[in-house]
């Protein structure tokens, strides 16, 4: 089974500072990770994602994320948040090593970015 | 950039009546999905679809649903009989599935509201 979990529902930052989602996964095998984000009213962006190779993962608009296996973690930052950043993060598993292709989305981060 | 692509955004319907939401993959995919979002809710499996048969999906998706590619480039999502419950946000995904490529792209949503 997998599964994943994001430790904050809502973050506040104000513009200009730096940003970090917390996600927690569990995976029985390998885990392949991602983060989607979710403007207002739009569909699914992929953000970045992790699939074995670099533990340093360089995505979109300046975010990256970090999986460390001994922590079970892969938090999302950014140096520098900007107003265009507010939206919904959704941190997501896949194990393809079990053949479930399906992703298991976590519940979601609404980050507010404050002038 | 291909993109996935769904009709209607948006959709009003009465109970009980049946509702085809659709769905254009990108056209080099072989997988294709279904999740669904109520309100205030994570992203949730509906179904996964490869090679003309469904591959795998959740308790979610019952006998009121089902799936198709009826001409090779749509991907349809049926609800029988609808509930108030089905009201929610319908999104499509489509993955290559070849290699490493693991990333599902998701279409921009239908948001349903079963009244």
């Known amino acids: 089974a997998q599964s994943v979990t994001q430790l904050d529902s809502h973050v506040s930052v104000s513009e200009g500072t730096p940003v970090l989602l917390r996600c927690n996964y569990s995976s029985s095998y390998s885990p392949s990770l991602f983060w989607y984000v979710q403007h207002p009213n739009k569909g699914l962006q992929l953000l970045l994602k992790y699939t074995s190779a670099a533990t340093l993962v360089k995505g979109i608009n300046g975010f990256e994320a970090e999986f460390k296996k001994s922590e079970t973690s892969f938090h999302l930052t950014k140096p520098s948040a900007h107003m265009s950043d507010a939206a919904e993060y959704f941190c997501?598993?896949?194990?393809?090593?079990?053949?479930?292709?399906?992703?298991?989305f976590g519940s979601g981060t609404r980050l507010q970015v404050q002038p | 950039e291909p993109e996935v692509t769904q009709t209607p955004s948006h959709q009003v319907t009465q109970m009980g009546q049946e509702v085809i939401l659709r769905c254009v993959p990108i056209?080099?995919?072989?997988?294709f999905y279904w999740y669904r979002q109520i309100l205030g809710q994570k992203v949730e499996f509906l179904v996964s679809?490869?090679?003309?048969?469904?591959?795998?999906k959740s308790e979610i998706f019952d006998d009121q649903f089902s799936v198709e590619r009826p001409d090779g480039s749509n991907f349809t999502l049926k609800i029988r009989s609808t509930k108030l419950e089905d009201s929610a946000m319908y999104f499509c995904a489509s993955w290559l599935g070849l290699g490493i490529e693991e990333t599902q792209y998701f279409g921009p949503g239908t948001r349903l509201l079963v009244l």
């Open positions: 997501v598993v896949s194990s393809m090593d079990t053949g479930r292709r399906a992703l298991t």
């Open positions: 679809f490869y090679n003309n048969e469904i591959s795998e």
């Open positions: 056209s080099n995919h072989l997988y």
